[in-house]
């Protein structure tokens, strides 16, 4: 049985401005384990597909399963991170935003800072955990990000364009670390980027989205290369030119 199966998804937004299909008869199911990254060009509807996974927003057509179970709202057992960092609570340390989740679920103190230093560790920033959000750097903050939803111990990380708006050399820096932390815990992720060479490098599924309205899964590719990724290798070159083809259309305007 695959984690998460997405049968038939669709979804219409209705405001002041009439109605507005984004996403049309997706269908997706994924393993657990795997890393899938969902690919495609603004507007096409894979933000509104992460959030009807972590069930912020309900489908409105189809159905969302995990573990077999059907989703109808957000749970501890989906870890989310965004693009912006100010997810983060200011006026928690470092230390304290991981441990955040913890708390609330009446983890006790001493098990939740052993805990919590323990996921600081693994995104690289031990002896960082009394500075406040404000005092960390905005790929630092993405880090504290990660690692308080993996503190958590989710079902699946959803990560909606976590690097986005990193420059290009801390986005590279990211994208290794998640790789190696992905290979640590094999948690199961689903990444949404437009960025294909990030998708080439993180995922061992490409899904390529078509544009909207009505957005849908145009196509999944598999990207069967070790980890880690040398970025300048043939293979890896050939995986990146095979998303292309597949994207180049919807950017470029043909159907
Ligand atoms: N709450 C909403 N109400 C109405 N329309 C919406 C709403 N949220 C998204 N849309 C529309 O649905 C479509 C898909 O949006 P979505 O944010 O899912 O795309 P995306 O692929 O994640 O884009 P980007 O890469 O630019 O973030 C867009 O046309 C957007 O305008």
Redesign the pocket.
């Known amino acids: 049985m695959s984690l998460v199966s997405l049968q038939g998804v669709g979804k219409t937004?209705r405001?002041r401005t009439g109605a507005?299909e984004?996403?049309r008869d997706f269908s997706l199911d994924l393993d657990d384990g795997e890393f899938f990254c969902l690919l495609?060009?603004?507007?096409?509807?894979?933000?509104?597909?992460l959030n009807m996974v972590a069930g912020f927003e309900q489908p409105s057509a189809g159905r969302i399963l995990l573990g077999g179970a059907p989703v109808d709202r957000p749970g501890a057992d989906r870890g989310v991170v965004f693009q912006g960092h100010d997810s983060l609570y200011e006026w928690l340390t470092a230390l304290d935003n991981i441990g955040f989740g913890l708390r609330l679920r009446g983890m006790g103190r001493r098990e939740r800072r052993a805990k919590a230093e323990h996921y600081l560790h693994m995104v690289g920033l031990t002896g960082q955990g009394a500075k406040h959000p404000s005092e960390l750097s905005g790929g630092m903050k993405q880090r504290i990000q990660i690692a308080r939803a993996l503190a958590n111990d989710p079902r699946i990380l959803l990560m909606d364009?976590p690097f986005g708006a990193l420059d290009a050399m801390t986005r590279a820096v990211l994208q290794g670390e998640l790789s190696r932390i992905w290979a640590e815990t094999r948690k199961t992720v689903l990444f949404?980027t437009?960025d294909i060479e990030e998708a080439v490098a993180l995922a061992t599924r490409v899904g390529v989205?078509k544009r909207?309205?009505g957005?849908t899964l145009k196509a999944v590719v598999p990207v069967d290369l070790p980890f880690p990724r040398e970025r300048t290798s043939d293979a890896f070159m050939a995986a990146f030119r095979s998303v292309h083809a597949l994207i180049h259309d919807e950017i470029h305007g043909a159907h």
Do not use: L
Not at 40 to 49: H, Y
């Open positions: 937004y405001g507005w984004a996403v495609g060009t603004s507007g096409c509807g894979k933000t509104t597909v364009e949404i437009h989205m909207g309205p957005g």
